[in-house]
C-alpha cells in the first residue's frame, strides 16, 4: 500500500476494561489520533458479508481469536483508509495484539510502523462482568452474555495477558492504568501519556 510509516499505540486490557471509550475520547480530544478497534473492525467486515462472515462470526460469538491474518488485513485496510481520507499517521490500535500469532502476523506485514508504546488497562473481572452484563442489555453484541463473557476472560487469560510480559521483555514500553475508576479519572491518566 501507499501507506507510510504510521505511529502506533496498542490499547490493550480485558474484554470492558475500557479500550473503546478512552480511545475514542484520545480521538476526540488530542489532534491527530485517530482510534481503530480490532473487533469493531471484525464486526463491519462481517456485516459486508462476504466469505469470510461466518468464521468472524462463530469465532466471537465463542469469544475465541479470529485467525490472526484476517485481522491483521482489517487492521491494514483501516489505517489505509483513515490514511486516504484525512492523511492521519497516528493510530490508537485497540484490542490488538491479543496472541503471539497476532504478533507474527503483524510483524509480516505491518512491521514497518513505530510502535510508541502499549497501554494496558488493568480492571478486575468482576467489575469487567458487571459492565459487560450491563451492556448487553442492549448492545446486541453476540458475545455478551455470561457464557462467552466468560469465555472471552479465559482467552485473554490464556493468549492475550502473556503478550504484555512480551513486551515488557522485549523493551517496548507497557504503562499499565488501572480502568476500574471514573471514565474522567481513567482519562486523567491515560491522557498524560500523550
Ligand atoms: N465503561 C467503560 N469504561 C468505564 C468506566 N471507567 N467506568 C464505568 N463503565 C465504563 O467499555 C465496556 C463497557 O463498560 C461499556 O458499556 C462502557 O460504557 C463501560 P468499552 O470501552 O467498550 O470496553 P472495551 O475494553 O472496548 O470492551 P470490549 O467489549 O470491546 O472488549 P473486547 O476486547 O472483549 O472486545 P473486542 O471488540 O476488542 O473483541 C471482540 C472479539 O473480536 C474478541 O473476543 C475476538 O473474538 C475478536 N477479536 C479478535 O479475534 N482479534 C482481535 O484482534 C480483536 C478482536
Ligand atoms: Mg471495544
Redesign the pocket.
Known sequence: TDLPTCDVVFVL??????????CQLVQERLDGWVHL????L??AERNYGGKLCDLINS??AA????PSEI?CKCLENGMARAFEQSGVTKFLV?????SHG?MTAWAGTLAKHNIKFVLS?DCPESVLEG??L??GKSSGRS?DNIDTIRK?FQ?HKAESLPIIQYFENNGTTVHTIE?????EQ?YEKVVALF
Open positions: 486490557g480485558g474484554p470492558g476494561a475500557g479500550k473503546g471509550t478512552q478497534s480490532a473487533g469493531d471484525l464486526r469465532k466471537i469469544g475465541e481469536l479470529v485481522t485497540d484490542g490488538f495484539p491479543r497476532n488497562f459492565r459487560l450491563e451492556r458475545d472471552r482467552t480502568s476500574d475508576k471514573g471514565v481513567v
